[in-house]
């Protein structure tokens, strides 16, 4: 009895397992090449391609006319070039792709043809290349890229396929930021397309430029048909009605003396035209006098809020350094008597360049040698509380570098901040850092209010 079931026991497995081994068997895939199948739209079979060496070149799976699976390719030599997965002829799971050594050259991962996840790029030696990562089919998150040594070179942050400029950037380089000359101080029209700034070529003359921006880009620059002199830091107001600059222009009362009397001087926009370049009158500007000593008499860096109120620098009233100044623009269209702004000016450092938010709250321009700056020359801030300036504050390391940094300034919309730079490797004749212009997004600032 015992040997009746052991037997009936045995015959059981041996018939299962010859049920489930014909389960498994299934009919197999025929094998062709892409010239001998005669409607593409329902095949069902393996795709199979040759070198004329014998050597395997394309394997793939089709099922009623639609790629399933996986997907081969080799080079000539036998190495293998392309493996990926693919579903009813879309992309889904991993991708590869080698070099002719079999050195992986890039992988990535798709959901129905979309790309997912991370994606990398190699050198032939393997060294990582690329990286970014990739969401419903567009880059999203930080993008990295590296030399072939694994130093990095750029990068770069994406919010649904856009690029977000979250760290300083080399404004239009090539174009409007030069290896052989500096630049600094741009400023815009209200409607963007317009800019003005401040270069000074090989020759060391400073001129005020001006490009347009078309559907193809930025134009190449060229000098404002009024920077005839040494012109510098141009301010182009609100609604686009007038542009100020700093200019080595003598007045025209004939009080100038000196080559380097820097002042204040004005254009208005009539009939969509730039009129003659005025003078701010001796209120704000004063003449250079033989004897006097640098910053004496010296005015610069204009620009004016909301109201038409003028913010500019020259030298302090109790030291030998510069400070910021501001002056009411009043009912009858006269400045009144400037006002040192303490805080933020110093009476120890160099504070130049102002230049206010777009909402007019926050103040930042540029100083020297500060003792928690970060270089030469760093941008500071100050936040406007109850009808007063807050002490200033370093815009900190995303912007200031060990070098020097300055002349800030916005888009008119605010979306973006720029300023200049020396922070490049790029040096000029005399072995100094060429300064470029700089920009970024303003939300990525450093700011606390």
């Not at 300023?419 to 040096?427: E, L, Q």
Request: glycine share 8%.
């Amino acid at each position: 009895m015992k040997n009746m079931l052991k037997i009936t026991l045995i015959l059981l497995i041996t018939l299962l397992t010859i049920h489930i081994s014909f389960a498994q068997i299934e009919t197999p895939l025929k094998v062709s090449k892409e010239a001998e199948i005669i409607d593409r739209k329902t095949y069902t079979g393996i795709i199979a391609e040759q070198y004329a060496n014998g050597s395997p070149s394309l394997w793939k799976t089709v099922i009623n006319g639609k790629t399933e699976g996986l997907w081969l390719e080799w080079y000539p030599n036998g190495t293998l070039r392309y493996r990926a997965y693919w579903k009813n002829s879309l992309g889904n799971g991993r991708w590869e792709y080698f070099y002719p050594n079999g050195q992986l050259r890039s992988e990535s991962f798709y959901i129905n043809d979309i790309a997912q996840g991370i994606f990398k790029n190699y050198y032939e030696n393997g060294q990582l290349k690329t990286e970014a990562t990739y969401m419903n089919g567009k880059k999203d998150g930080v993008e990295y890229s590296y030399d072939i040594n694994g130093v990095v070179l750029s990068r770069k942050r994406y919010e649904n396929g856009i690029q977000r400029i979250d760290e300083p950037t080399i404004f239009q380089k090539g174009i409007i930021s030069k290896n052989d000359s500096n630049e600094w101080g741009i400023n815009f029209m209200p409607d963007g397309k317009t800019a003005y700034f401040t270069r000074k070529n090989t020759a060391g003359k400073k001129r005020i430029y001006t490009v347009t921006k078309t559907e193809n880009g930025w134009s190449e620059p060229t000098i404002a048909t009024f920077s005839t002199h040494e012109d510098e830091a141009v301010f182009i107001n609100m609604d686009g009605s007038k542009l100020y600059f700093a200019s080595y222009k003598p007045l025209p009362d004939g009080s100038t003396t000196e080559k380097m009397d820097m002042n204040i001087w004005y254009l208005d926009r009539i009939n969509d035209q730039w009129s003659a370049p005025k003078p701010l009158t001796s209120t704000i500007n004063k003449s250079m006098k033989k004897g006097n000593a640098w910053p004496a008499n010296y005015e610069a860096g204009p620009m004016t809020d909301a109201n038409g109120n003028l913010y500019y620098w020259t030298k302090g009233t109790e030291s030998k350094t510069t400070n910021l100044y501001y002056s009411e623009l009043k009912k009858n269209g006269n400045y009144g008597k400037p006002q040192e702004l303490i805080p933020p000016s110093s009476q120890k450092n160099y504070d130049t360049s102002p230049q206010l938010s777009p909402d007019g709250t926050i103040l930042f321009f540029s100083s020297d040698y500060r003792s928690d700056g970060y270089g030469d020359s760093d941008i500071y801030y100050s936040v406007k509380k109850e009808g007063k300036w807050s002490a200033p504050k370093n815009l900190g390391p995303v912007v200031n570098s060990s070098k020097s940094e300055g002349f800030p300034s916005f888009s008119p919309d605010g979306k973006y901040f720029y300023f200049s730079s020396n922070r490049g490797d790029v040096k000029d004749a005399y072995g100094d850092n060429i300064s470029n212009l700089y920009y970024m997004e303003t939300k990525y600032l450093m700011i606390e209010k």
